[in-house]
């Protein structure tokens, strides 16, 4: 194997529940040496959630903390312990990057936030990760997964159209923003490299929501050039037709169809001569609802009697946008996925084997690899003390 681009560098990681360890599992599957520090007892929140083989509740059998924390070396160690904060400071000398999510001003009680720190290490890049950021009015507030997604723009929009609003999958938030502290602590890193003069990374969830590429960099530039604003459209399609979330025999596809592909579309369905008519391809049509019904009547039995990968199929070979809505069980079965090996089988001592997604991109030199399995609680407390102490 290759050596790993970010072997030599350590990180010190104080994180818990989800951005934060994504954020390091990003830097320690890539070859870093993470250490990372839970409190005695219970440990990382993300412990407690699960999912757990058989349902059995155990701390070290959690799906999601054994995902999030694979390459990981794990200690506890209780930081209002002044013992504790010595071992700490003698580990930051060998530290580059630490990385923290606890609310604005919780390093600081402990002092160890970041100008403690860079008074003992001038070089530290330190990585904060909060709901609001370090400054601002809103520093201070709680919040969610979905409050944030919520906040950050663009949740108005989404859900059918007489209901409320509704958030698209769990965690997003949370695991966009720990990318995004991976890249900031990356660009931190090396971009200090020569000068060694360090620097904090503030990381708001809430600015990685409005300003993600999920629709809203889009939406608020339109808002802010001509003050249009997104509306929510029906599942069962917008203005133009077909357009949208279909159903089929056995679950739902989508497609983009619209007036400039309507042809392909008829196409796809076999030409009937009911969509011979030229009406169908003049753009006048789409805006006619008599002319959208009429045209639904003809496309919802051809749909139904049809699965959809066999309307994927037929939708490529016509060139039409369309796509299968997967279920996780679709995903994980997909010949895709399969053929480009990227689901990894992750061994744990205790909980066993399970698949997981893996790399997140390829890098043929310097590749991404699963050296250990995620830490059980204080497994390396021995090892780390006494290379310390």
Sequence with gaps: MNKQSLSGIRVLDFTNHISGPYCTKLLADFG???????????????????????????????GLFMYLNTNKRGITLDLNDPISK??????????????????????EKWGLDYNSIKKIKPEIIYVSITNFGQTGP??????????????????????????????????IVLFQGGTAAAVGALGAFFGTINDSSGQHVDISLM?????????????????????????????????????????????????????????????????????????????LSQSDPALKEEFESYFYPFVMEKTKLELWKLAQENGVLSAPLNSMEDVANDPYFREKEFFQEYIHPIA??????????????????????????????????SEFM
């Excluded at 709680?142 to 999958?169: C, F, H, N």
Aim: glycine letters at 10%.
């Design 207 to 283: 600015e990685t929501q409005t300003g993600t590429q999920d629709r809203r960099q889009a939406t608020v530039l339109a808002y802010h050039y001509s003050g249009i604003i997104n509306e929510r459209q029906s599942l069962g399609g917008s203005a133009t037709y077909p357009s949208g979330v279909y159903p089929c025999l056995d679950g739902y596809f989508e497609l983009s169809g619209g007036p400039t592909r309507i042809g392909n579309i008829i196409k796809m369905m076999g030409n009937p001569p009911e969509l011979m008519d030229p009406k169908w391809k003049n753009p």
């Design 138 to 171: 809103y520093k201070d507030y709680k919040a969610s997964d979905a409050i944030i997604y919520a906040m950050g723009g663009e949740m108005y929009s989404t859900g059918i159209i007489d209901r409320e609003p509704v958030k698209l999958g769990p965690n």
């Design 86 to 107: 010595e071992l700490i400071l003698k580990i930051l000398e060998t530290t580059d990057i630490l990385v923290e999510n606890f609310r604005p001003g919780t390093m």
């Design 32 to 62: 870093a040496d993470v250490i990372k520090i839970e409190k005695p007892i219970t440990g990382d929140i993300s412990r407690s959630i699960g999912p757990f083989p058989g349902q059995q509740k155990n701390l070290d059998k959690s």
């Design 352 to 385: 066993g084997s399970f698949i997981a997604p893996g790399k997140p991109w390829i890098m043929h030199e310097t590749p991404w690899e699963i050296k250990r399995s995620s830490p059980n609680l204080g497994e390396h407390n021995a090892e780390i003390f």
